[in-house]
């Protein structure tokens, strides 16, 4: 089981880096909308195969925790999420809902931060870097 979770970062990687190409990496004078899902899937790989090595060569068993697939199971969730209400609103709501249930902060100080990173995010990958982001069914409108 240790295996696991390195191992789909190491596959997440991987898809973040190819789909990357499907946007220009660099624009003009200046980074375009694939440069940080390459970087950041260069980086999901590296990380992965360091955690197999290390798990390797240790060879410890790994104590298995219930809270250890949260991360997982929310990265899924925001995917669906992302393709039905959109991924800026999605993230806000994944922030809002991480904070609220797994770090246990008040929901006033939760929905602050949620909302100001969903605003954020939109400021920055829609209007500055004109991204295209999954807007779920807002495309329709």
Known sequence: ???????????????????????????????????FPLIAGILAIIFGVVMIMRRYRTKKKSDFSVKSIFPVVSVIGIIIASYIIGLIPSLGVFIIAWMVFYEKEPWLKSTAVGIGTALVFYLVFDLWLAVP?????????
């Open 1 to 35: 089981m240790g295996y696991v979770l390195p191992g789909l970062s190491v596959l997440m990687g991987l898809y973040w880096a190819v789909k990357a190409f499907g946007y220009r990496l660099w624009v003009l004078n200046g980074p375009g909308g694939g440069l």
């Open 133 to 141: 982001l999954p807007m779920g069914l807002f495309e329709l409108i």
